[in-house]
Nanobody, 124 residues
Framework: QEHLVESGGGLAQAGGSLRLSCTVS????????MAWFRQAPGKEREFVAA????????AYADFVQDRFTISKDNAKNTVYLQMDSLKPEDTAVYYC?????????????????WGQGTQVTVSS
């Protein structure tokens, strides 16, 4: 059975950093494009970052503004989201997603597998 488990969320101060991890089981991780989405209270879930299955192509939301970096370790079946220069508006539940895509799409409906999410709270 396929599982995506996020970790690394928590409380950070504005300007601080967090690194989220998403460990995958039950699928051949190296074949999958991976993405991070987030959902803030009262808002719709939105795209954050994605990396294609080869690892050579990435996509980021405009609001990331070079503050976040997505990476993956095929040996550990894990995708990471390094978040620096955090802002209070980054407060949200962060989800990882996976699908067999050729490119790092920003479209939620194109991802079949989803994790349960990890809470990130940034205080001012």
């Amino acid at each position: 059975q396929e599982h995506l488990v996020e970790s690394g969320g928590g409380l950070a101060q504005a300007g601080g950093s967090l690194r989220l991890s998403c460990t995958v089981s039950g699928i051949t991780f190296s074949w999958y494009t991976m993405a991070w989405f987030r959902q803030a209270p009262g808002k719709e879930r939105e795209f954050v970052a994605a990396m294609n299955w080869r690892g050579g192509e990435t996509a980021y939301a405009d609001f990331v503004q070079d503050r976040f970096t997505i990476s993956k370790d095929n040996a550990k079946n894990t995708v990471y989201l390094q978040m620096d220069s955090l802002k209070p508006e980054d407060t949200a539940v962060y989800y990882c997603a996976a699908d067999r895509l050729s490119y790092p799409t920003r479209v939620q409906s194109q991802y079949y597998y989803w994790g349960q999410g990890t809470q990130v709270t940034v205080s001012s």
